[in-house]
């Protein structure tokens, strides 16, 4: 027999001598809490060791990884041997029948199989192989990442993926740059010591990117030493403010599942999750389960990120996602927290809260940096590296002296030094002799130099950059540039231009990049910024682009907008190019909405794909026209009550924006929808408010979610909720997806809206729906266990049935949601209430082979043998669905096999 070959049949040893140990002690009944314990030992050996044999068998592992598990498991031959001697003396003390017997059993019991020094030796077995496999385990979950399954279940979560940003600091980074920071003995306590948490301060520019990715480079190296692989966890994020996907709490949380939650609990819980994955992408709650089993995981996690003054502030998205992250990691004691940011105020109040150390980014270790960046930078270049040893000190003496402590500065400076014509030493000290002082007139200098003729489409341009709600690609940027909102709205096609022209009066303020990987395209020596690998844009620098369609545009730094939206550039010759977001927002807004009336009038057939060819900002306009107007600042609404009563208009923004492909459907096949419903639908409170205002129904009926108030609760606007309520919705009106507001909400999770709608006398036993029942099993079905608590004191009943999966315990079990079940449980529910999908909540369990689940329902009495349902029996369904831990649960509970005939005739009746 080969290596491998031994390996499997020694760990087949094992599984059968678990079996027979648990099969053993499964013969004996209401045994005490230290056999129980004993008995989850064996069990969690057992499941280790299918694991590894099943790897071994298919083959799923690389050379090196297998051999690392075949010899941790010849490690344990003789310990599983010796279990083989214990359990064949075990197998003497079956359990009796009969009074007499039984009787005599009670005392051989408490002599032998159960006695506490035996129990010790027994569990001191176990846990010897569970020693000694444990390495294996970590060489298999390492494997995880690799494989096929964890690729899909990647895809479908859809994270942002903070590596890219990774990479491009590191392109810019330069050996031995921020040494000083790791070698400092605040660093060090927090890598190694008790430190726990640590905030890395500094102004805009000063390179705390590039610092961020030197620290995760150093984390890295520590959690993949032979000592610490498998135990040290490192989750990496880079706020980014050009990037959508990379600004909110839930977009944290989404990248760090998909780094951390490939070991044990949490991966299974993932993969029960994208098993179940038919109604989209996971929540908030669930993803903090997960995260908070990958946690429970590890020894310790290092969690860093970067640029936390990137998340924004409209909306309230940068509190959320601080209020959010401090309950995160104060409530799990092997993280630590390392975060860089400009000294904001709401993130230092946070970073108070949680007590963390910080470290400001000094300017004299940073002007060091700087110094090596800057003869760097000049040895890349073709021209700047043949000047002579006398000029290149000059440059590097006086930018890394003026510097102030910023690359971003030291960077433009470079970028200057570049166009030059002659790069004769007097006119390099002529430029030298005439640095801006300091960022912001940098920045003056920019856009004052930006020709008289040009400005107006220069400040359009920079508009639609800085608040576009994606990036915009640079053919949807040329687009942009011939809309006009004022009056009443038109769309040059006429003068449509080469956009590389417009981009090049805005050189050193902008970037472009690709769409798919987020590559450059230009030279990257020309790219110093301080957020991610894109190259600036100067006048001499952009190379002819074979396809706009597939290029997009961003703002160069972080530190333009910052200085674009500040006070201090009102105060400067720069003053014509102030951005006010509300204003900016507004103006967007109108071009929209502008450009989507235009192309209604410019289509004679709504065709889709072939209109957004021909008019390259429809898609952008359509998904987006109403994030703008919530936006906005207060004005005339006009536009956007036309918007919402014309056929035309309505027509051309919902066939172009599929988050209403439903609604398309109803409008044009179930009769007119009120301007209302659409009005909550986009979140327009107060295009909401003018047309109630002007007689509109409130409780007018159509569309997807029957009439606006359940819209505006699907959407989770409170605000419009409370509009809509104080103006006569009805609060318990039927129809629609949800059935009712209530229920709407109840799925959701609004709790704030749920408190709402009760206070307002909505019924929590309303009417049932053929979906979700009522508000009580919705909540439920999505596991809100707050809102499952609110409603239940609010008076839902328990035991209302109806619905896909007729009851709210039913309904919890699908998914697994064990908080809901035991609350459930411990309010009364009836754990073999019959009907639904799957007969039972057992059964329900069963299916999504959720173990915590289906312990609870056995230990609250769940009958093991009910029948019905898609599968007949919770056997039959774990079975089917191959969760061979819950089949073996089941057994244990007394579980019987149905025979395949009688399956079949049962299922026919």
């Given at each position: 027999m080969d290596v491998a070959g031994s390996a499997v049949g020694i760990a087949s040893l094992g599984i059968t001598v678990c079996q027979g140990l648990l099969s053993y002690i499964d013969s004996w009944k209401d045994y005490g809490s230290d056999v129980t314990y004993t008995r989850c030992l064996i069990a969690d050996l057992q499941d280790t060791l299918v694991?590894?044999?099943?790897?071994?068998?298919?083959?799923?592992?690389?050379?090196?990884?297998?051999?690392?598990?075949?010899?941790?498991?010849?490690?344990?031959?003789d310990s599983l041997s010796d279990l083989r001697v214990k359990l064949?003396?075990?197998?003497?003390?079956?359990?009796?029948?009969?009074?007499?017997?039984?009787?005599?059993?009670?005392?051989?019991?408490?002599?032998?199989?159960?006695?506490?020094?035996?129990?010790?030796?027994?569990?001191?077995?176990?846990?010897?192989?569970?020693?000694?496999?444990?390495?294996?385990?970590?060489?298999?979950?390492?494997?995880?990442?690799?494989?096929?399954?964890?690729?899909?279940?990647?895809?479908?979560?859809?994270?942002?993926?903070?590596?890219t940003n990774h990479r491009s600091a590191r392109e810019r980074h330069e050996p031995h740059t921020g040494d000083w920071l790791l070698q400092s003995p605040i660093y060090l306590d927090w890598k190694v010591g008790e430190k726990r948490h640590l905030w890395i301060c500094g102004k805009a520019g000063c390179g705390k990117t590039v610092l961020s990715s030197t620290m995760i480079e150093d984390i890295k190296q520590l959690c993949d030493t032979d000592e610490n692989l498998g135990r040290f966890g490192l989750g990496a994020f880079y706020f980014t403010f050009s990037d959508k996907q990379k600004q909110s709490y839930e977009d944290l949380l989404r990248s760090l599942v998909e780094q951390l939650a490939w070991k044990q609990d949490s991966y299974s819980r993932l993969q029960q999750a994208f098993d179940n994955a038919s109604r989209g992408r996971l929540g908030k709650d669930e993803l903090e389960k997960i995260l908070d089993l990958s946690f429970q995981a590890y020894d310790r996690v290092f969690i860093t990120l970067d640029a936390l003054d990137e998340s924004p502030e409209e909306n309230d998205i940068r509190q959320k996602m601080l209020k959010q992250l401090e309950k995160l990691v104060q409530n799990a004691f092997n993280v630590k927290l390392l975060a860089t940011s400009r000294e904001v105020r709401d993130i230092q109040e946070s970073m108070g809260m949680l007590k963390a150390e910080r470290i400001n980014v000094a300017d004299s270790e940073v002007d060091k940096d700087i110094r090596k960046y800057v003869v760097s930078e000049l040895s890349k270049d073709r021209r700047l590296s043949r000047l002579s040893d006398k000029t290149t000190s000059l440059i590097e003496d006086t930018l890394s002296a003026r510097a102030d402590g910023m690359f971003r500065w030291a960077h433009c400076q470079i970028q200057e030094l570049k166009k030059l014509k002659s790069t004769k030493p007097k006119y390099i000290e002529d430029v030298l002799r005439t640095l801006p002082k300091t960022l912001d007139e940098t920045y003056d200098r920019m856009l004052c130099a930006i020709e008289e003729r040009y400005r107006p489409e220069a400040l359009t341009l920079l508009r639609w950059i800085t608040y576009s709600k994606v990036p915009l690609t640079l053919e949807e940027l040329a687009e942009a540039a011939i809309v006009d909102p004022s009056g009443e709205g038109t769309v040059d096609i006429d003068n449509r231009g080469d956009i590389e022209d417009s981009l090049d009066i805005?050189?050193?303020?902008?970037?472009?990049?690709?769409?798919?990987?987020?590559?450059?395209?230009?030279?990257?020596?020309?790219?110093?910024?301080?957020?991610?690998?894109?190259?600036?844009?100067?006048?001499?620098?952009?190379?002819?682009?074979?396809d706009d369609s597939n290029l997009m545009v961003r703002l160069a730094h972080f530190s333009v907008k910052e200085y674009l939206e500040s006070e201090r550039i009102l105060e400067s010759i720069a003053k014509g190019f102030y951005l006010d977001a509300a204003n900016e927002h507004r103006f967007l807004a109108q071009s929209c909405m502008t450009y989507l009336m235009y192309c209604s009038d410019d289509m004679t057939e709504v065709s889709g794909w072939e209109d957004q060819r021909a008019h390259p900002l429809l898609k952008y306009s359509a998904e987006s026209w109403y994030y703008h107007v919530s936006l906005q600042a207060d004005g005339d609404l006009r536009r956007e009550v036309q918007m919402l009563t014309t056929h035309r208009f309505m027509s051309c923004w919902l066939f172009n924006d599929l988050s209403f492909c439903v609604d398309i459907m109803l409008l044009y096949f179930s009769g007119p929808v009120q301007a209302i419903y659409f009005a909550s639908c986009a979140g327009l409170g107060k295009v909401a408010e003018l047309l109630l205002a002007r007689g509109a129904n409130v409780n007018a009926q159509g569309g997807k979610c029957g009439h606006a108030l359940q819209a505006a609760c699907d959407r989770g606007n409170i605000d419009l909720v409370e509009l809509l309520l104080e103006s006569g919705a009805d609060v318990n009106a039927q129809g629609g997806y949800y059935g009712s507001a209530l229920t709407a909400a109840s799925f959701k999770g609004y709790i704030d809206i749920v408190e709402l709608l009760l206070r307002k006398g909505a019924k929590p036993n309303g009417p049932g729906h053929k979906t979700f029942g009522n508000a009580l099993q919705a909540a439920s079905l999505e596991g809100h266990v707050n809102v499952v608590e609110l409603l239940m004191v609010k008076g839902a009943d328990l035991h209302a049935q109806g619905g896909r999966y007729n009851n709210a315990l039913h309904a919890a079990s699908v998914e697994g949601y064990a908080e809901v079940v035991e609350l459930l449980l411990r309010s009364g529910a009836n754990v073999n209430a019959q009907g639904g999908e799957y007969g039972n909540a057992l059964q329900a369990a069963a299916v999504g082979g959720h173990r915590k689940v289906v312990s609870g329902l056995l230990i609250a009495g769940a009958n093991v043998n009910a029948q019905g349902g898609d599968y007949g029996t919770a056997l039959q369904a774990a079975k089917c669905e191959k969760h061979e831990e819950i089949v073996n649960m089941l057994l244990a509970a007394g579980a019987v096999p149905m025979e395949d005939d009688q399956l079949s005739n049962e299922s026919e009746e």
């Open positions: 694991l590894l044999e099943d790897n071994l068998k298919v083959g799923g592992l690389d050379p090196k990884r297998a051999a690392r598990v075949i010899s941790c498991l010849q490690s344990c031959k064949d003396e075990l197998q003497k003390y079956r359990e009796p029948e009969g009074l007499r017997q039984k009787a005599r059993a009670e005392v051989q019991k408490a002599v032998y199989p159960f006695r506490k020094d035996n129990l010790t030796k027994l569990r001191g077995n176990v846990a010897d192989v569970h020693e000694r496999l444990k390495f294996a385990i970590q060489v298999l979950q390492l494997s995880v990442q690799q494989s096929d399954r964890w690729r899909r279940i990647v895809d479908w979560l859809s994270a942002p993926d903070p590596w805005l050189s050193g303020l902008v970037m472009v990049y690709g769409a798919d990987d987020g590559h450059m395209t230009d030279d990257p020596s020309n790219n110093t910024d301080d957020s991610e690998d894109l190259p600036i844009l100067t006048s001499d620098a952009i190379a002819p682009l074979e």
